[in-house]
C-alpha cells in the first residue's frame, strides 16, 4: 500500500463545500503515479525508455460520503493483482479517523505507446510494486450492463487541448466531469462505474446519450459513427 496525506483545497469543492467527484478521482489518479515514481518507474520514464504505458479499463468508485472543504485525508493504493496485460488496482481515501470513506477498485491495460496495442505485462511496468490484499468490498464486473431503454441524445462536446493527458487521450477524470453535466444536481451518488472503451482525441466530437433506470444514471459518450468512447452509470444513494 502506498498513501499520501493531504486535504480538500477550495478548488476541490462544489457549491456545498464537499469535495466533487472529479476532485476525488484526480486524487486517486495523483495516487498511482505519485506510488509507480517512488517505486522507481515513473509514467514518463515507462513511457520514454520502454514505449509503455498503462491506460485505464474501469472504474468502481464506492462513496460513503465526500469529505469537505479543509478536512484532512489520507489517499491510498494498494496494488493486489497482474494478469495477462492487466493491473488491478485499489484506492481507498480515509478521513482523520481512518473511517474508509470512498473505495474504488480499478482495472489497468498496459499498452505498447506507439502502436496503441495491448501488450503482457513487462517486468519494467512491475517494477518495485508489491501486490498486497484487495480491499473488502464488493466487486461489481467490468463491463456496465446498458438499461433496456432509449438513450436520449442530450449535447455534442467537441474535446479541447486542456482536457487532454500525456498520451494525448481525454483524461479518464475529464469524461466523468462531461458526464456529470447531465446529472441532476441533487442527486447524491453513492457509486460510479466507468467503463472506457475507445480515446477521444483533440477536435474528436463527443455524442452525449443519456437514460436513467430506478436510481441509476446512464450516460453515454460516443464518437459521431455510434461508437462508444465511454460509458458510466452513476447509482443514486437510496
Known amino acids: 500500500m502506498f498513501t499520501y496525506q493531504t486535504e480538500v483545497k477550495y478548488s476541490q469543492i462544489d457549491s456545498d463545500a464537499l469535495m466533487t467527484i472529479t476532485a476525488m478521482v484526480d486524487d486517486i489518479q495523483n495516487c498511482s503515479t505519485m506510488h509507480v515514481a517512488k517505486r522507481g518507474m515513473p509514467t514518463m520514464k515507462l513511457r520514454e525508455e520502454y514505449n509503455q504505458a498503462w491506460i485505464l479499463n474501469s472504474w468502481q468508485i ?4 465526500r469529505p469537505s472543504l479543509g478536512e484532512k485525508i489520507d489517499v491510498s493504493t494498494i496494488p493486489y493483482e497482474f494478469k495477462g496485460g492487466c493491473g488491478f488496482r485499489n484506492f481507498l481515501i480515509e478521513d482523520e479517523n481512518k473511517e474508509k470513506i470512498v473505495k474504488v477498485n480499478s482495472v489497468w491495460t498496459l499498452i505498447n505507446a506507439e502502436t ?123
Do not use: C, W
Open 62 to 65: 464506492v462513496i460513503d460520503r
Open 116 to 238: 496503441g496495442f495491448p501488450m503482457r505485462v513487462s517486468d519494467a511496468a512491475k517494477t518495485g510494486i508489491e501486490l498486497d490484499e484487495k480491499l473488502d468490498m464488493e466487486y461489481l464486473p467490468r463491463k456496465i450492463d446498458l438499461p433496456d431503454t432509449q438513450f436520449e441524445k442530450k449535447d455534442i462536446i467537441k474535446v479541447r487541448r486542456y482536457q487532454l493527458d500525456t498520451n494525448n487521450h481525454v483524461n479518464n477524470a475529464r469524461y466523468i466531469d462531461m458526464a456529470l453535466d447531465y446529472i441532476p444536481e441533487e442527486a447524491d451518488i453513492a457509486m460510479l462505474r466507468v467503463q472506457y472503451n475507445l480515446p477521444a482525441r483533440k477536435n474528436d466530437n463527443i455524442v452525449v446519450k443519456t437514460a436513467k433506470e430506478k436510481n441509476a444514471y446512464y450516460v453515454l459518450l460516443e464518437n459521431e459513427q455510434g461508437e462508444l468512447f465511454v460509458s458510466l452509470e452513476f447509482t443514486e444513494r437510496i
